[in-house]
């Protein structure tokens, strides 16, 4: 299974950051398995963000659900992030992932 995060890697304060997840050698809507969005900001520690499971319901981080949402497209095999109203705190190194297989991350700058 192979992982492959795309989208912008500038975004501008106040805007929806989106990134897409495509997946190629399984499908998202196999059992057991959910794909989630993990982040890691400059210098400091990994962050699970939220996660949608094979059947298409949806789990988000407690600290970040105002803000954040997940779908996906099955004809495509693709999932997608969307953070709202981003702040410079939101540039990270974005990753997606089933658990078992990463996305090789994809960095986005918040920033004027």
């Known amino acids: 299974v192979q992982l492959q995060e795309s989208g912008p890697g500038l975004v501008k304060p106040s805007q929806t950051l989106s990134l897409t997840c495509t997946v190629s050698g399984g499908s998202i809507t196999t059992s057991p398995y959910s794909w989630g969005w993990i982040r890691q900001p400059p210098g400091k520690g990994l962050e699970w963000m939220g996660a949608?499971?094979?059947?298409?319901?949806?789990y988000y981080s407690p600290s970040l659900q105002s803000r954040t949402s997940i779908s996906r497209d099955t004809s495509k095999n693709q999932f997608t992030l969307q953070v709202t109203s981003v702040t410079p705190e939101d540039t990270a190194v974005y990753y997606c992932a089933n658990g078992l297989h990463w996305g090789q991350g994809t960095l986005v700058t918040v920033s004027s």
């Open positions: 949608i499971a094979y059947s298409g319901s949806t």
